[in-house]
């Protein structure tokens, strides 16, 4: 059964920091993977996929995927309060059904 | 440009009731999928359908839970006999493909249970 842990947070930083996310996958064969935002109260939103090893940066918004290491991970530069919300690592290579993490609530001070 | 629409937004019901929630997909997706989320946990995987196909139900209780996707009209989850633990944000997404495609989410059916 595939697994993906995410760190439990609550992440805070100051306006303007950068924030680290941090996800880690059980499946060594596992090719996708997205990273949505949730609003407390809402739905997911897609932010980000990432499907080849290295860097991809959209905005101020950069995944990193290290397959090797089976780690993911999702770096917001220049934080702002309206970053504020649970960010969920899913790993979806799995045909669609997507395998989510607990999600990281990130809070950015101003 | 109607993204995937669910309702209600909000649903009430008493133990033993049985509670219908209802998705269509995003234009031009076929591929609809079910997710449960308890207050402060994560997204769980529940059901994923084709038209009138179930593809895998692997995350659905087997018992008092259903779905189906009929070539005409909505996806609907049903939740036969209700119970407390059944309280939670039922969330529907859909994708354009099976593989490696994002998912699209629904604003969720809020399910309390009294």
């Known amino acids: ?110 | 440009n109607a993204g995937v629409m669910q309702n209600p937004r909000h649903l009430v019901r008493r133990r033993g009731q049985e509670a219908r929630l209802r998705c269509s997909p995003m234009k031009g997706h076929s591929h609809v999928y079910w997710y449960r989320q308890l207050p402060e946990e994560g997204l769980k995987f529940m059901v994923y359908l084709q038209k009138e196909n179930i593809i895998d139900e692997s995350g659905m209780p087997k018992e008092r839970f259903s779905a189906e996707f009929p070539k005409e009209g909505p996806s609907i989850l049903r939740i036969q006999q209700v119970v407390r633990g059944d309280s939670a944000a039922y969330f529907c997404a859909s994708s354009l493909g099976a593989g490696d495609s994002p998912l699209h989410f629904g604003n969720g059916t809020r399910l309390t249970v009294t």
């Open chain 1, 1 to 110: 059964q595939k697994e993906v842990e995410q760190n439990s947070g609550p992440l805070s930083v100051p306006e303007g920091a950068i924030a680290s996310l941090n996800c880690t996958y059980s499946d060594r064969g596992s090719q996708s993977f997205f990273w949505y935002r949730q609003y407390s109260g809402k739905s997911p939103e897609l932010i980000m996929f990432i499907y080849s090893n290295g860097d991809k940066e959209d905005g101020r918004f950069t995944a990193q995927l290290n397959k090797a290491s089976q780690y993911v991970s999702l770096l917001i530069r220049d934080s702002q309060p309206s970053d504020s919300a649970t960010y969920l690592c899913a790993d979806g290579t799995n045909a669609g059904k997507s395998t989510f993490g607990d999600g990281t609530t990130l809070t950015v001070k101003p």
